[in-house]
């Protein structure tokens, strides 16, 4: 169901309406049903929906995210509507798997207003990046930077926000992914895949991701200009696309 989320994003239908991609998703789930039994959405019951103890998991329909350290704030997003809870749902399921998620769609539709309320719901700071064609790898990851009240000339190393939620089990929203340079995809690719490492050559050394860090991307379909561009197949893989 998970892969099924991801449809409308495949270049395959970019040509298609709404309706087409939604019929095909249908014909989709059908074949699926007749390969693989399961409970529709109109079956689900409360019998059918496995309970997850609410002081340590936030739950939205059948998935269920771990909470995290920081204390909920008091919101003005809510999830009770049909659409939004079903995008909700679709994004907590997608989180499931240990992979980034990649939500796109037109812009306006809401993508950085639900992962910014689901941070806040499950008890995570969420990192905001918003990339742009200048873009650069110490945006994510940090720079030497004089430092504050010290002697003329001294400089120290003072992380990003990408690798400050890496070391503190963080969420981060890469924003308007589709406008970042090769360089800074590149850049990303060591801590998309298995190994979740980044190394820092100024620092010699390399930090791991924290078990509590998740990614987060968001971009507006390419058809809509704007300088953005197709990314490559193979950086597209490393995320689950809802």
């Known amino acids: 169901m998970t892969v099924l989320d991801g449809l409308a994003s495949l270049p395959q239908v970019s040509s ?11 014909e989709a789930v059908h074949k699926l049903q007749a390969l693989v039994p399961l ?10 929906v496995p309970a997850y103890d609410a002081s340590t ?5 059948s998935f269920a995210i771990p909470k995290g350290p920081v204390p909920v704030k008091n919101h003005t997003f809510h999830l009770q ?12 399921r997608a989180s499931q798997l240990l992979k980034p998620i990649l939500l796109e769609g037109s812009p ?8 910014t309320a689901l941070a806040n719901i499950c008890g995570y700071k969420l990192y905001r990046i918003n990339f742009s064609d200048q873009s650069d790898l110490i945006d994510l990851f940090g720079s030497d930077l ?17 690798l400050k939620a890496m070391q503190e089990g963080s969420w ?10 090769q360089a800074v995809l590149e850049g990303l690719n060591a801590v998309l895949d298995h190994r979740g490492t980044v190394y820092i050559p100024e620092l010699g050394r390399s930090f ?29 893989n490393r995320f689950t696309k809802v």
């Open 16 to 26: 298609y309406s709404s309706q087409a991609v939604q019929r095909l998703r249908q």
């Open 39 to 48: 409970i529709s959405d109109n079956d689900l019951t409360l019998s059918h």
């Open 57 to 61: 998991f936030v739950q939205i329909g």
């Open 81 to 92: 509507a049909p659409t939004t809870l079903d995008n909700a749902m679709r994004v907590v």
């Open 108 to 115: 306006g539709v809401g993508k950085t207003s639900l992962v």
């Open 146 to 162: 004089p430092v504050e009240g010290g002697r003329s000339g001294e400089f120290a190393w003072k992380d990003a926000d990408f």
């Open 172 to 181: 981060v929203l890469l924003d308007e992914m589709n406008l970042a340079p």
């Open 208 to 236: 791991s991701r924290h078990p509590g860090f998740r990614i987060f991307a968001a971009q507006n379909p390419l058809h809509q200009g704007g300088g953005r561009k197709g990314l490559p197949k193979s950086f597209m």
